[in-house]
Every structure is written in C-alpha cells, then in structure tokens.
C-alpha cells in the first residue's frame, strides 16, 4: 500500500498515520516529523529549516525532496508506506511522481481528511497547551492555514485529475476516523 494523507494543519494527518502504520504494517514518513528531528538535531539541514519552520512557511522544495528520497530509499519502503505532509505544493508532487515512477512504486490512492476551520484551531490550541510546538503559536497557525489553502488544496485536485482522491471526514473520535479512511481506501484500491 502506497499513501498520501493530505489535510490542512490539525486534520489529524500525524494521529492517524500513526494507526494505519500498524493496520497496513507499512512505514509513516511524515516529512514534519523528518525535519523536526534534524532541528533537534542541529544539522545543517535542520539550522536551515528552524526559522522557516517556526513562521508556518514551507522549507525549501529541494531541501525537503533530498530529505525525502533518502527516506525512501530505506529498504522497509519496499511493500509500501504512509507519506504525511507530503506533498504540499504542486511542484513537490509532480517531483514526487517522477521519483516514485523511477523507483517503480507508484501511489496508490490519496486520502483527503476534511475538517472545519474552526475545529483544525481548536485542535492545535490544544495541542499547543500540551506541547507547546513551536510553530503551533496563533500567528504561526495562521500562516499554515494560509499555505494550506494557497499551496497545498490544488495538490487535491491534481491527485482527483488522475482518480486517486478518496475524501473522509475527519471530526468525529479518532477511532471513528480511523474506520472510515480504511474504508475508503478499500472502495478506492478495489
Ligand atoms: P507538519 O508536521 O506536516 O505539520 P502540519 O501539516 O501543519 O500538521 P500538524 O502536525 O499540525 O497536523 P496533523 O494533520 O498531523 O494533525 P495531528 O494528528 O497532529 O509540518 C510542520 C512544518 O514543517 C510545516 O509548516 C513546514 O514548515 C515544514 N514542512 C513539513 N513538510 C513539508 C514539506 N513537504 N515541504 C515544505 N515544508 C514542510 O492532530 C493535531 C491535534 O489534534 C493533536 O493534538 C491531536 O491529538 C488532535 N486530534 C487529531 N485527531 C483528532 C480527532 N479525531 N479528535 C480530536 N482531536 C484530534
């Protein structure tokens, strides 16, 4: 199985990754995870995308792509994977095709979680009270949010253009969610 969970900040992209890891036994690359963990970390890669990261923009194409492709290149991607935050322009999924066609793994469905604006604040307000991520501050969320709409919404259309889009709901508990995107990628992998 070879997916792409795409949604707006706090849609639960992250959360139920994290589940269907277990439910497909296949890898969850989350690009955000990749890049906190260089930040951490203090690499050259990471001292780059801190700033960038804390304003709720997006790390350079290239830098994100270099990062990405040695993920992939791992060998536990061999009978498929999770991908959460990626792609997030149009750009980064047409690069995203190219290598997965070169690599002779091409995606199998796009799973599109929706969530009400309201809700997606509500969430990362929370989870900003419990973590305290560095980017999940109001002006920072709002910048996300922007981007989302701006950047990353048409990669929904570009995945529709060749049938690989399956939408689900996601308020409701999570295990609710969880049930419903394994249904939906059943229908949509059938
Ligand atoms: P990234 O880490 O990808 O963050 P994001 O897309 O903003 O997503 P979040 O982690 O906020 O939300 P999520 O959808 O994963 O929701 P979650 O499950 O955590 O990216 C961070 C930054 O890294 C970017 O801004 C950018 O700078 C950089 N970056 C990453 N990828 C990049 C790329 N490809 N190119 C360039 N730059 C890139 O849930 C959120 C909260 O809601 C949690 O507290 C959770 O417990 C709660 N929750 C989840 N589901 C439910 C539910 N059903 N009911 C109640 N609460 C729920």
Redesign the pocket.
């Known amino acids: 199985m070879r997916l792409v969970l795409l949604?707006?900040?706090?849609?639960?992209?992250?959360?139920?990754?994290a589940r269907l890891k277990d439910h497909y036994a296949i890898p969850h690359i989350?690009?955000?995870?990749l890049?906190?963990a260089a930040v951490k970390a203090e690499t050259a890669l990471g001292l780059k995308?801190k700033a960038?990261?804390e304003r709720?923009?997006?790390?350079?194409?290239d830098i994100?792509l270099g990062m990405?492709e040695e993920r992939l290149s791992e060998s536990d991607t061999a009978s498929g994977f999770i991908l959460?935050?990626?792609?997030?322009?149009l750009a980064?999924a047409g690069a995203l095709g190219e290598v997965l066609a070169r690599i002779g793994q091409p995606l199998d469905v796009a799973v599109q979680?929706d969530v009400p604006t309201d809700l997606l604040v509500e969430?990362?307000a929370?989870?900003a009270a419990?973590?305290g991520?560095k980017?999940?501050t109001p002006e920072a969320v709002r910048t996300?949010l922007g981007?989302?709409n701006e950047q990353t919404a048409p990669v929904v259309d570009f995945y529709r253009e060749q049938g690989k889009v399956t939408c689900v709901n996601?308020?409701?508990?999570?295990d609710?969610?969880f049930d419903r995107i394994v249904t939906a990628v059943a229908e949509a992998t059938d």
């Open positions: 949604g707006a900040p706090g849609s639960g992209k992250g959360t139920q990754a989350s690009t955000g995870d890049l906190r995308a960038v990261m709720g923009e997006l790390v350079s194409d994100v990405l959460d935050g990626y792609p997030r322009n980064q979680l969430r990362i929370g989870r419990q973590e991520r980017d999940d996300r981007v989302y996601g308020v409701g508990e999570m609710e969610v």
